[in-house]
């Protein structure tokens, strides 16, 4: 056994290494906490050596113990549950919300995360099992830039434009170029948001992405991400500052409004831009013949 705990140990610290590239604080504000961090990083560490460990299995051969990888993912699937009831607890006492979809997606996410690091310290393991340094820091390398990559995603500014808009009342009916928001009672408040409010159109490039921001979970992603970068002037007492994405039924762009604590619209348009493109509103209807067909009438 003792011939294979270099093995172990290289690929244990390879897909360690990973998790901690992939565990990182940023405008989602998640993990935010210290035991969140340490939560994390132990579940990468026992993923990293599951995986690690699977080789020396293989090759006493002790095929009963890779089963631990099979009772590994079934663990790794409830992480997906508790961070979805954190989230959602944590979502309570937002006051712009990050909605359903976007806390499923956050979730699955930190699944995944923990197959990525096991099949970087598998592929680590291996790969020094059959060359040994070298090759097992070039496979580690490799991984762990390709999990890093999986990190990006798409994003809205990948899909859309995001221009800026004029912000106006109809009456008391608050407009974002010709999308109507809501009802604002108060001149006062009127004056407020007209002195102080920001607005922007997003405009889907295609079809597809018009389908994309469609979905309601993308459009509540969208404010809450404006809000949590931007901050916003909305509390508990003020209905009228809740930042909103309205859709066009017409064209299908959306409308945004917020009443940010600082006014500053190109900061406004990147935030929206980095607004991650949701698995869940994720549609491709130029895939098929009726939605290509469709695209081209449309164009008429």
Request: net charge positive; glycine share 8%; hydrophobic share 45%.
């Amino acid at each position: 056994m003792n011939e294979h705990i270099p093995t172990i140990v290289s690929g244990t610290l390879a897909g360690t290494v990973a998790r901690l590239v992939m565990l990182r604080v940023d405008y989602r504000q998640y993990p935010g906490y210290p035991h969140g961090y340490v939560t994390h990083l132990s579940l990468g560490f026992i993923a990293a050596a599951l995986g690690a460990v699977a080789v020396p299995a293989i090759l006493k051969p002790d095929y009963t113990a890779v089963t631990f990888l099979a009772l590994a993912a079934t663990q790794f699937r409830e992480v997906r549950s508790i961070e979805r009831k954190t989230l959602e607890h944590l979502d309570e006492k937002e006051l712009v919300k990050r909605g359903s979809d976007y806390i499923e997606g956050i979730a699955r996410t930190f699944e995944a995360r923990n197959y990525l690091v096991m099949l970087t310290s598998l592929l680590t393991s291996i790969a020094f099992q059959l060359g040994r340094g070298p090759a097992a820091l070039l496979i580690a390398f490799l991984t762990i830039a390709f999990a890093r990559s999986l990190m990006a995603g798409e994003t809205i500014g990948d899909i859309c434009e995001v221009v800026p808009a004029r912000l106006w009342f109809k009456n008391t009916v608050l407009m974002v170029n010709g999308i109507s928001m809501m009802t604002v009672g108060l001149k006062e408040m009127r004056e407020k948001i007209l002195r102080e409010g920001l607005a922007v159109m997003i405009i889907p490039k295609d079809p597809n992405a018009r389908a994309i921001i469609h979905d309601l979970g993308q459009r509540t992603a969208i404010a809450h991400t404006a809000a949590v970068i931007m901050g916003t002037k909305k509390d508990v007492d003020i209905p009228e500052f809740t930042p909103m994405a309205r859709k066009d039924p017409d064209t299908g762009e959306v409308g945004l409004y917020i009443v940010p604590e600082e006014k500053d619209l190109e900061a406004l348009i990147l935030a929206v831009k980095r607004t991650p493109v949701l698995e869940s509103a994720r549609s491709k209807p130029l895939r098929t013949q009726a939605g290509r067909l469709a695209a081209r009438r449309g164009r008429r």
